[in-house]
């Protein structure tokens, strides 16, 4: 099972339209959370076809790529983050596979707990794969329920009390678009309308935005929603009212900025996440600056209860991409002053505080620290707008394994020490589940900091290597 | 199903190589029975990797590409004649599956009869599919019988009892390469060894002299032949002794000129189909042409009959290749033009008997003929190394729909006037039948010119639209 | 002539080194000065190799094309922003041409006002010109003037003396780099030293940050600097001593933030912008937000004198790049929305001010403010860190003619009015040349805004059409 | 001065149309002329646009490409073969350049013998140059005598006054489309018009014939043509009446053996040679066969003369193209092996004679010569269809360096015995230039055998690297 962010958008129109240049703006809104592969499926009078590949939205498709994708009523799309290597273009989503009720094309974002059982059992009843994505697991689940189900709708409720796990899940069959988050809502997914009535599921709302189309409300955890010409139907009580426990990541990281998720703005959720970093870890400073793009907001929510200026003291090269040309240790150690320039007229003389969104191995922080010190900076305190990463993630956050943690086995102090800070601050377990006030801590799950897993850790966990 | 050709090539070292580029040539060299798709697949210990793509070898796989297949002891690949559309990528192969013992990859030459009715058997089982081809059922069929058997040669053997019609397979599983025959010996299939001590199989020969191999033999019709660390071994007598069934086809037109079949020279098979013509359907003529590649060799052989001497009249243009710009009506006519060049000095003021291998709807026969008229030829004589066209293939060949065969409802007079050709004739199907005299004309299949389906025909024939 | 703005790199070793890799980074970072073409020289052993293609530098320069670039003591780069069309490719630089004295590879920044008859001059003698380039021009005057004087650098000063316009050159000999700037310095140049020993010039200091290279000083303007074997040495008394003309519009929006040209800190210059806005055209509101990227700092210097508290309200997708499909009419609108998300929860029920660098139609800026009022903004009030474009630029900075100006022919009130913006206010021309008050204003041009041609302009301007 | 072998085409039509389709399919029936790159510029309304690339026809023009030149009246195309490197890209053709007077397209092949000397005088009065081809030369004589001439071929005629050596040239000019070729016809042209009227200039009549064209005659020795709204008007006058001098080596390999060159038919020629090869040098042997493609027609005049039978011995596989991965020494063994296949049921206890167009290194034929023993012949008797190469072409046939000649140093049966032949013969100087027995030996240059170079020699031959 590979660890992975990905990206999910759906559309349903009542007349045929190009849907596939609707579901490339809808991916291209939602490419920050997925940089690796991109896909899109249309659904012609019950034909689906697609096209996915490795890269950007934009480098897969083309203008002709797209144009080979008919009109349509049902479209899905979906960007993919995950590790490189043989599995990657064979894993690039929606996976569309064919059962003897028609055609079904799935995208998946989260990371099932049980995924490697359930595949192991599918295996073992002669059962066949061609990806090693927890993707595959859940299209044969869905299609042996569909086989003794009226409705693919039953199927996916049906098959959702096996699954154990993160999963946000947009699919298509012949006739119908379906939607479903997992009991906890670890991974967000948003729906909205379009002016000329088209339904559209998202993971972040500000893809919605991006179509203009009219945010509704969140699927709710463990929501099954579809859409069909009869309309959209929504069931819910499948599920027991288990606490929720959406990713706080999803706050601090991933996210972008603009997104509204659960009601919680996540600008402002950051924003908190610098204001709590000021009460608890104040310094002496003149100047906050943030590492872009995640630890701006932290820095200006910061600024505003120190009163300490904000400034941009980073500035990030849009430029360098997934093309761009590595090479050795020098190389690596360069290509961080090609991607950050640090503005040496803003913390010349200045002792800064300068914030991220976190910490894992170090090693980018440390030059980070000496870049800004090199541009004459007379202090550099950093503060980090998440606890420290203590445990690995079962729920789609690729969170390295403990041994290449640093906080696992150091102190604050030493970390501080190896990154070459003047002082050091994490925001606390506390805060981090306060980032929005007005939801209770019980709704979020941090297990990558507190170890707390809201859907349970595998029984035997291990990595299936392809 | 698709009606398809296609090349299979497997390898296995008694020690580590860099196998990819080996099966690289060996598919060059069989390039000519696929150019739409390759792929290689490589087992570097027990791990496969595979790589494959849409177009020819050399196309598929650039300098880079093989680089990224490792070094191993096992290597299987392809090469794939098919339709067009979104089917092609997906369909390319080797087909590379996971199942419970681990992972296995399938080359195919050949079209199943009750390819149709096994999919829909396994759907029914809850099963789901990637692709459109007949490969993943018997990906299927592999994994359930090896749940049961101890041994991947055994679950073979079984799957083939319940296969009907075509099939040469080359596969590969963690520890073994593997290849079978159809029982009737339908597609071509041999394996040779290197100096090496490699041991190879190939659809053709000529691919073992590519790489420098010693053909051996024939694989057996119904042979079952595996190969690993103790050595080959063959498996034969589960199959019942039946008549073979070679497809004349590959005489006449899909095996390359300097290959060796069932102990058939192509060569002599097809300048014997020249004589044969030279007897049956004189022509007092100047000069015998060939229309390139494949009508050449029996031009040769209605010469050395006739008397009349043979010459170059028609050059092809070997540049004018799968990416070339086609267009519109009056851009297809002017492609023939392109395509073959005649050389006037040869024919003109010369009566001509020309040679092809086939009519399909004659269409561009009229074209050609109307060429060398056009370049002063006094009287154009057609002669078809083969009978007319009048049945649908069901094992492999990509025969049109009757409706569009010209032989299909028309007399033979009818096609020489739609032609504009001086004189007409078919090789007769005895004379097919008979294109090795040493061998019996129960060996071999020609159900597209005779309807005796050796394998017998779909129950309830249908094409599977994707 | 074609308007441009550019991006120029030069570095010269002491001992043979793979240049072009850090060519690759230093145009890396000048990258925002030019997004359509990238090429790169090498000089070995005075041997040129050159590689230039349209796109970014990542596009162009993958693995495989930087690594047939060899090793050299002398390399030289470009990047450029053109139009698209025939010319773009063979317009792309270095231009390496090659005379008898050996080949020159010239990189050019700016505009010449006298580019056009030069060229016409040159045509009459019988040149000929394989480019609709200025540099095409310039290398053939570095050429006639090489026979006649004993070295590249004096052939450069007898050039610079027919030469009227901006230009920053960079170029290499067989055995020289040199670098000059005009006599009015409008476009920058600087160069630094490496911790090895090498000497780098670029537009701007980013690029020498980038590579850790240290700042040394601007070239001056007018000034030569040759280096070679013997060293560096810089030439000056040639060139009267003029006012100094630096394009203010480097200030606003060309250079990036991080740099440092004639020791204005650029994102100093942008904050005094807002500074002056916001004294000049207060605004009664709750919120001070940017366009991004360049408006950004302007509005934290609005925020910094109005004590109205800086925001995100505007987020960039930075995926959104050149490749991007567009497409018609409801295409471009919709682009916008990909383009910027708005921070809802940032600006509704604000009262907000927002800053961006210029307005040239009005068409952006109108969909921009109505987003913002979507996203339930109470009042949009504009300011703009920039004059109104009322005057073409001869010297490379791609403002459209006056009838697309939308300042042109409509008062401030009308614009406001058209843009949809409660109220609206524009740097003053005073101001524009008081952005760093250390500095004359007389030693910038602001000819796109007051109509002081610096450098002159074309006595009969036309352009040329290749 | 880079040796090569090009292929031309032009085409005026009077009234707008799609050339650049038709030019592209000109360049395809000159392909076996030039693989290395190809290009096409077409002039709509006196504008000329262009696009090339390295490549095959095929390559360079995808659809999306050609599509984007425009519809016109005349139009140019040129394929190339040269070395790799840096100049292939750059020394593609058409060169398009602007001078006073407006654009001009060039094409040329063939090679000149004072194009250094001309080059240097330019260079002298302060020229410069973006290629290394005698086609920048040619551009710059025609821009010089275009200034003091009133038209463009009076500038063409005075340039031919200028150039020693061989060229077949075709222009564009605004409004006119120009052919010529040097006063000692080395190089062949020719052209014919279409059923609609157009004016077509091509290398190789078999290029007419692909585009339907129909053949008016060769364009005479030294004669410039012109073609524009007012028709097709030719100059001779110009010219001394020089004896001509074909390059025998067209016949021999480059041209294809549909052609007809000054009325000499390809095929008909090569036949001669093997017909001559015959009488001098018999052998007693059982088959007679050919090196494919050029030895074909040479064995089947041996074969007519000898009374042995031709057969077809070797079969070239069409698929080994330009980007077929080369390697190591292993490799380039094997590579033969792939390119062509033996026919052992052809050749198996017979003895062989096998006839091709000629030996350079000895290298490939004794790597042939082997083959064809490994298949089992009993002897192999080589013919070669041409004298042995001694001396280098300054005319643009690519011969080697003599140190790589095997003919230069070795006596016949050193090199027989290299080759590992039972028996070896040529073809005589003499007999060569009795290709054609219609015409005199005076009519041909056979330099590269004889060493009589009919256009001279370069005073002070040196190669220019760039």
């Given at each position: 099972?590979?660890?992975?962010?990905c990206?999910?958008?759906g559309?349903?129109?009542?007349?045929?339209?190009?849907?596939?240049?609707?579901?490339y703006?809808?991916?291209?809104?939602?490419?920050?959370?997925?940089?690796?592969a991109a896909?899109?499926?249309?659904?012609?009078?019950?034909?689906?076809s697609?096209?996915?590949?490795?890269?950007?939205v934009s480098?897969?498709?083309?203008?002709d790529?797209?144009?080979?994708?008919?009109?349509?009523?049902?479209?899905?799309g979906?960007?993919?983050?995950a590790?490189t290597?043989?599995?990657?273009?064979?894993?690039?989503?929606?996976?569309?596979?064919?059962h003897?009720?028609?055609?079904?094309?799935?995208?998946?974002?989260?990371?099932?707990?049980?995924?490697?059982?359930?595949?192991?059992?599918?295996?073992?009843?002669?059962?066949?794969?061609?990806?090693?994505?927890?993707?595959?697991?859940?299209?044969?689940?869905m299609?042996?329920?569909?086989?003794?189900?009226?409705?693919?709708?039953?199927?996916?409720?049906?098959?959702?009390?096996e699954?154990?796990?993160?999963?946000s899940l947009?699919?298509?069959?012949?006739?119908?678009?379906?939607?479903?988050?997992?009991?906890?809502?670890?991974?967000?997914l948003?729906?909205g309308v379009?002016?000329?009535?088209?339904?559209?599921?998202a993971?972040?709302s500000?893809?919605?935005?991006?179509?203009?189309?009219?945010?509704?409300?969140?699927?709710?955890?463990?929501?099954v929603?579809?859409?069909d010409?009869k309309?959209l139907?929504?069931?819910?009580?499948?599920?027991?009212?288990?606490?929720?426990?959406?990713?706080v990541?999803?706050?601090?990281?991933?996210?972008?900025?603009?997104?509204?998720?659960?009601?919680v703005?996540?600008?402002?959720?950051?924003?908190?996440?610098?204001r709590y970093l000021?009460?608890?870890?104040?310094a002496?400073?003149d100047?906050?600056?943030?590492?872009?793009d995640?630890g701006?907001?932290?820095a200006?929510?910061f600024?505003?209860?120190?009163k300490?200026?904000?400034?941009?003291?980073?500035?990030?090269?849009?430029?360098?991409?997934?093309?761009?040309?590595?090479?050795?240790?020098?190389?690596?150690?360069?290509?961080?002053?090609?991607?950050?320039?640090?503005?040496?007229?803003?913390?010349?003389g200045?002792?800064?505080?300068?914030?991220?969104?976190?910490i894992?191995?170090?090693?980018?922080?440390?030059?980070?620290?000496?870049?800004?010190?090199?541009?004459?900076?007379?202090?550099?305190?950093v503060?980090?707008?998440?606890?420290?990463?203590?445990?690995?993630?079962?729920?789609?956050?690729?969170?390295?394994s403990?041994?290449?943690?640093?906080?696992c086995?150091?102190?604050?102090?030493?970390?501080?020490?190896?990154?070459?800070?003047?002082?050091?601050?994490?925001?606390?377990?506390d805060?981090?589940?306060?980032?929005?006030?007005?939801k209770e801590?019980?709704?979020?799950?941090?297990?990558c900091f507190?170890?707390r897993?809201a859907a349970?850790?595998?029984?035997?966990?291990?990595?299936?290597?392809?």
């Open positions: 099972m590979l660890h992975e962010e990206g999910v958008f559309i349903f129109s009542p007349i045929p339209d190009n849907l596939a240049v609707t579901v703006d809808g991916l291209s809104a939602l490419q920050h959370r997925g940089q690796e896909g899109i499926a249309v659904n012609q009078d019950r034909q689906i697609f096209e996915k590949g490795c890269g950007l480098e897969v498709f083309g203008k790529r797209l144009k080979r994708l008919p009109d349509g009523k049902i479209a899905v979906h960007v993919r983050y590790t290597g043989e599995t990657s273009e064979i894993n690039a989503q929606p996976l569309v596979i064919k003897v009720k028609g055609k079904l094309a799935l995208c998946h974002n989260g990371n099932l707990v049980n995924g490697a059982s359930l595949r192991k059992a599918l295996e073992l009843e002669g059962n066949i794969f061609h990806t090693t994505s927890d993707t595959e697991v859940i299209a044969y689940l299609t042996k329920h569909r086989l003794k189900t009226p409705s693919i709708e039953k199927a996916l409720i049906e098959t959702m009390a699954l154990k796990g993160a999963y947009v699919m298509m069959s012949p006739a119908k678009l379906l939607a479903c988050r997992d009991p906890l809502g670890i991974r967000p948003c729906y379009t002016p000329e009535g088209k339904t559209v599921f993971s972040e500000c893809a919605l935005d991006a179509i203009g189309a009219r945010f509704v409300r969140d699927v709710a955890p463990g929501e929603i579809v859409v010409e309309g139907r929504s069931f819910r009580n499948h599920c027991d009212t288990k606490p929720k426990a959406l990713c990541f999803e706050l601090i990281y991933f996210a972008r900025s603009d997104s509204i998720i659960e009601k703005s996540i600008q402002e959720a950051r924003k908190q996440a610098g000021a009460k608890a870890h104040p002496d400073a100047l906050v600056i943030g590492v872009p995640s701006l907001d932290a200006m929510g600024s505003e209860v120190s300490i200026p904000f400034g941009t003291g980073l500035i990030k090269n849009k430029y360098i991409g997934r093309t761009f040309i590595e090479g050795g240790q020098r190389r690596r150690e360069n290509l961080l002053r090609l991607k950050l320039g640090v503005v040496k007229s803003a913390v010349a200045k002792r800064v505080v300068m914030i991220d969104d976190s894992v191995r170090g090693t980018t922080m440390r030059r980070i620290v000496a870049l800004v010190r090199d541009a004459g900076a007379s202090a550099v305190h503060r980090v707008s998440a606890p420290p990463f203590l445990n690995p993630c079962y729920y789609g956050t690729d969170v390295p403990r041994d290449k943690l640093i906080a086995g150091h102190r604050i102090d030493e970390i501080r020490a190896h990154i070459g800070a003047d002082s050091l601050g994490f925001l606390s377990v805060e981090v589940l306060r980032l929005y006030p007005e801590p019980s709704e979020f799950c941090a297990a507190d170890g897993y349970g850790a595998p029984a035997d966990f291990f990595e299936i290597r392809s």
